[in-house]
């Protein structure tokens, strides 16, 4: 768990930051840092990519608004702590990781010794709070979805006091749908058989809870056999509605209001 402190030479040291301000292609910059934190750009590694840039252009500011050796190490350090601060869990932190940030940053602009030194000035500490939220906050979101690890739920519900053997309560009825050109048939029947086991069991619990449970448990599977009946008997009387109108193409007649046909010769 990361806490705001003091972090001058913890990334940077005096030798790295000296070396990064004499550096004036984008190249040497990259390739340093590179080096430097061993980042293995790849075609298919995009997070190296992209804390690549996000280093680069710490560097770049740095550069752009004539920090020291000290102020450039603390800045780096800064972001790279609040980065790591972010992506640290899954979840959203984002209020979280901005107050991490304006905590470093406090720890940077305070002169109260040990825990506070006074490196940047109220002028840099605003183009610094205003570069970090127009950048790395403002893309926050990209950051979190690139760097953190996708969270899969696995859910599963055991009832106490329930035997292994009795774990299924009832065998659900299979139902299988034939499709034969537009005609479905369904075959959703419960056998005497299941209903005398269920009854068996029934009797052979004391428990009333239990017997209340499989109760729920019925009720429930013969609510959703019926609506799903109920939902084939309608889709089987449209596919005969649909026939008819076919038939009625191919032969050149159709029902009348009357209940007569339409369509054929008069002798």
């Given amino acids: 768990m990361l806490t ?71 800045f780096f350090s800064i972001v790279k702590r609040t980065h790591n601060k972010s992506i640290e869990t899954p979840y959203g932190n984002m209020e979280e990781s901005f107050q991490f940030f304006k905590d470093m940053v406090t720890c940077h602009s305070v002169k109260r010794p040990p825990f506070y030194i006074h490196l940047f000035n109220i002028q840099q500490t605003k183009h610094i709070t205003e570069y970090v939220l127009n950048t790395y906050f403002k893309h926050f979101k990209l950051y979190k979805y690139a760097f953190t690890p ?23 009825p299979e139902i299988d749908d034939i499709v034969d050109g537009e005609n479905e048939k369904v075959d959703a029947d419960i056998t005497e058989d299941d209903e005398k086991a269920l009854e ?42 649909s026939l008819l109108k076919k038939v009625s193409t191919v032969t050149g007649r159709e029902p009348s209001a009357k209940g007569g046909k339409k369509g054929g010769k008069k002798k």
Wanted: glycine share 2%.
């Fill in 4 to 74: 705001p402190s003091v972090c001058i030479w913890k990334d940077l040291d005096l030798a790295d930051a000296t070396q990064i301000s004499l550096f004036e292609t984008p190249h040497d910059i990259k390739s340093f840092l590179q080096k430097k934190f061993n980042l293995q750009i790849k075609d298919g590694d995009i997070k190296e990519k992209i804390i690549l840039d996000l280093y680069y252009h710490l560097i770049v500011f740095a550069k752009e608004n004539n920090f020291n050796e000290e102020q450039t190490s603390a």
């Fill in 200 to 241: 068996e069991n029934d009797s052979d619990d004391d428990d009333p809870a239990m017997k209340e449970l499989k109760k729920i448990i019925r009720a429930t599977l013969d609510e959703q056999i019926n609506k799903l009946k109920l939902n084939i008997d309608q889709k089987m009387k449209l596919n005969e509605e």
């Fill in 150 to 172: 996708k969270v899969m739920m696995d859910v599963s519900i055991s009832y106490q006091g329930l035997k292994p053997e009795e774990e299924s309560v009832a065998d659900v």
